[in-house]
């Protein structure tokens, strides 16, 4: 069992930068991705960004690619989502996720946290 919780999240204006935490506790070697995706209101949950725990490859969405890094502290088991030059499209509630696959698709994790929200006014 994993346990993740977000943090970070808040009302920020465009152009501005946040830094989005997950913390994961109960990691077994099994969840050997952490991914963070993102839903807005009426929307799907579409894919951000994600990394391996091990050698640290990452992948992200185009909508964030340039904007958005994802990181990774493997002793504190903790992943980060710095987001630069915020948009009000990437207002949304924001989550983490652990999985094996290292996918941009939802089915390729196991485990969810609660969300966080940011809000990006224009």
């Known amino acids: 069992q994993v346990q993740l919780v977000e943090s970070g999240g808040g009302l920020v204006q465009a152009g501005d930068s946040l830094r989005l935490s997950c913390a994961a506790s109960?990691?077994?070697?099994?969840?050997?991705?952490m991914g963070w995706f993102r839903q807005a209101p009426g929307k799907e949950r579409e894919f951000v960004a994600v990394?391996?725990?091990?050698?640290?490859?990452?992948r992200y969405a185009d909508s964030v690619k340039g904007r958005f890094t994802i990181s990774r502290d493997n002793a504190k088991n903790t992943v980060y989502l710095q987001m630069n030059n915020l948009r009000p499209e990437d207002t949304a509630v924001y989550y983490c996720?652990?999985?094996?696959?290292?996918?941009?698709?939802?089915?390729?994790?196991?485990?969810w946290g609660q969300g966080t929200q940011v809000t990006v006014s224009s």
């Open positions: 990394i391996r725990w091990s050698g640290g490859s990452t």
């Open positions: 996720a652990a999985g094996d696959t290292g996918s941009s698709r939802r089915s390729g994790y196991d485990y």
């Open positions: 109960g990691r077994s070697i099994s969840s050997s991705a």
